[in-house]
């Protein structure tokens, strides 16, 4: 499960990021039906999904992001690391398809297609386009982010 | 089941309007999200293990044919805990990264050289170490990706998992969490490559790097201390001093051992101009910490050698062994289904790509004898897959497989080295065409142009096929790949220098070729365009 930001900007995503470092999370597992632990969870991932803004009807101008979007929340739902935190950023059509686009020409994103989903602060991998609407891409990319630890 | 809270207020309040809801909430989870199925036994028609440029190749390949193929990949961490991502040596730290830094370092110089042409640079270019490490590994983390998601693409089963024999048909994979994953298979392709040895010297392990850190050190690596006079060594010093850590090189015996005398003398010569220090003929004996969180070497002369520098001791901020890589078979369990292996270097001995057991093959640097490099790994893969599952029959052929050195002044060549080319042909049957040259471009910038050499042997009588091409140089890997194709064809002499240059590249020396050792005449250029 995870916790979700909406923004439009690049200072408003900013700022959700600010935030989500400065709170914890309190994660209660039951391992099994007596035990119950809790921890207190301050490093958790946050992903970053830039999408197409929606009309008054809900629906994106982007196509693919309109594809993307239920999968996403369900993958958010049910195969998204614990705890883990998204902030969806929301471009309209002439932000997108300027080439000035601070996401497409910052360092920090380098984006090329939308929608894209990648972990902060990795500019790699990005999850993009239809791969976002792939529940089996999805898995792979949040292994791929965050890999078990092994040994 | 899990349940997840937010407990902090003030997180709360500052939320936008949507994302109240969300914190407010409290949220029920399904199980695990890892979906690997772990139960029962799985039937394949090949299980490649190992994830790099030649099992990938193959993998893909196999299911082009038709074939139903997992692969299997991990990483053992190093000594430092370096790990990587799918895609083996090559991507992770290999050609790949070594390509971009060396390309880094040589941007750093380019940057001086554009002041000679007009450019106002002000002030002076410095490499920023993290900013460069970074870039580099963020594209690496983008092939990961791609690798990850082209396996999916191509409906190959990718087991991240440590790979082993229980018998030649049956493959044990044993996960993260060590769990164990049985995969029944037809055929095994063994493909797990090698990684770098270290040196026998007290404190090596501890207190040494080796190429699987370099390309991804948390910090500066300062001034550098390169046990190996192999490629990786020269490498990896190269593009170190090029940044401007200090960086000395010491050598066993000779450099670039196995290769072209001649041409080996000429790429140190053209890095101890650049400032890379030489030991020669000495191995480190011991590596201990100093007060100052550095390192202290001790080396002395190279058991039975004679002459070189000598004992001696320095401290420096990092030692980086490149003695040598070791193919990764110990823990294969191979003995279970009885495959042979070479005593020490634990390399495979095949045939063809097959081993003495008939289901089970290899490609790559794991091989015995054969070349390590990527587009050997992966062609030899793809033809090997093609026999296994196609109507191919095309073998693989590892002979005149052109490769290129990326030190500072690169070395590329295709074919036989000068003393290879004696030892089977004899001197008196062959002729060796050599020259210095000038590329137009470095007299302005003041460059230095005395190892700019090439050497062409071919056989003394008719037809005059060449035996060998050696060029060292700039760019010498675009410049000796088209030759390759034409050594494949086996071209003659008389070709060679009947073929018109394009001007003014470098690459046209070689079509320019006039003076032949055997003459003594002078190998020095005379002037542009005569």
Sequence with gaps: MAVHQYVNSLQELEAAIEQFKNISMQVSSTPSRNENT???INDFPIFIIVSGTKDENGVSWCPDCEKADPVLEEAEQSLAPEPSAFITVYLTREEWKNPKNVFRTDGRFRLTSIPTMLKWP????????????????????FDECCPQDQD | MSVL????KSFAASLGRQSERSVKKIYRISSSFRTFSTEGKLEYDLVVIGGGSGGLACAKEAVAQGARVAVLDYVQPSP??????????CVNVGCIPKKLMHHASLLGEAIEDARSFGWRIPGNAEIDWLAMRDAVQDHIKSVNWVTRVSLRDNKIEYVNGRGRLADANTVVATLHNMKEVLLKTKNVVVAVGARPKYSTAIG???LGISSDDIFSLEKPPGKTLVVGGGYIGLECAGFLNGFGYPSTVMLRSVPLRGFDQQMASMVV?????RGVNFICKCVPESLSKTPDRRILVKWNTTPGANGGSGQGEDVFDTVLFAVGRKAVTDSLALEKAGVETHKETGKIFTTNEQTNVPNIFAVGDVLHRKPELTPVAVQAGRLLARRMFGNDKTLMDYDNVATTVFT?????FVGLSEEESEKRHGPENLEVYHAFYKPTEFPIPQKDMSNCYIKVICLRREPRTVLGMHFVGPNAGEVIQGFSAAMKCRITMEQLLDTIGIHPTVAEEFTRLTITKRSGMDPNPQACCS
């Design chain 1, 38 to 40: 809790e921890h207190l």
């Design chain 2, 269 to 273: 010569n053209e890095m101890e101009g």
């Design chain 2, 80 to 89: 430092r805990s370096t790990k990587w991502g799918l895609g083996g040596t």
């Design chain 2, 204 to 206: 090596a392990q501890e």
């Design chain 1, 122 to 141: 990795n500019r790699e991998p990005k999850l993009v386009e239809a791969q976002c609407a792939d529940i089996d891409a999805i898995k792979e990319f």
């Design chain 2, 5 to 8: 809270k937010i407990c902090t």
């Design chain 2, 408 to 412: 500072p002044l690169e070395y590329g």
